[in-house]
């Protein structure tokens, strides 16, 4: 059990911090569209990496440091874009949240930025793949370990999706989009000037 906590509180740790894909999972719970699927989606990348983690992927991602570099660069690109996307739509306003918010994305392209959000993010792989690799090493049992930090990822994103539905009433007002585009366009560009950065 021990194992497990500690799974599970080092990947909370980990996760709570306010990333690109946590506005994405907290904007699409905003709009109610797919937010199972992108829950599980997220949840299933982070149980994958997690696991490779733990059997000790990470010391051949620490082997090829252009790994890094590619995701790095790849990642700062598309949240460069997703972050001006989001900087248009604080402009141009006009969303507002009711039972049926807004046009309907297709799941492909909402699993989609999901992907790029997640995969395209060399944090996650040193996350996971390194620092949760390496820690497990030490706990008791590194595979109830892994099982603690894969239920903390799964409980996060579907509490994190879900539960944005309780700030519907706030999301009624358009311009409360209008605030809530404009700072994830800034917490995207931020993230990508600190991967340009290093």
């Not at 497990?4 to 904007?27: E, P």
């Amino acid at each position: 059990m021990q194992s497990y906590l500690a799974g599970l509180g080092m990947l909370l740790s980990l996760i709570v911090a306010i990333g690109a894909q946590n506005a994405f999972v907290l904007k699409q719970g905003l709009l109610r569209q797919h937010v199972l699927a992108v829950a599980l989606f997220c949840a299933l990348s982070d149980a994958l990496l997690i696991v490779a983690g733990v059997a000790g992927a990470g010391v051949i991602v620490s082997a090829h440091p252009g790994f890094l570099t590619a995701t790095k660069w790849g990642g700062a690109l598309f949240l460069f874009w997703y972050g001006l996307r989001s900087f248009r739509a604080a402009w141009v306003g006009g969303q507002e949240l009711h039972a049926t918010a807004g046009t309907a994305v297709q799941l492909g392209a909402v699993l989609s930025t999901a992907a790029a959000l997640t995969w395209l993010n060399p944090h996650v792989y040193l996350d996971t793949l390194i620092l949760l690799g390496a820690v497990s090493a030490q706990a008791e049992s590194r595979w109830l370990f892994a099982l603690g930090a894969v239920s903390g990822s799964l409980g996060f994103f579907l509490l994190l999706g879900f539960g944005a539905r309780l700030l519907a009433p706030v999301f009624a007002r358009p311009i409360a989009w209008r605030v809530l585009d404009a700072l994830v366009g800034a917490m995207m560009w931020l993230i990508a000037w600190g991967l340009v950065r290093g």
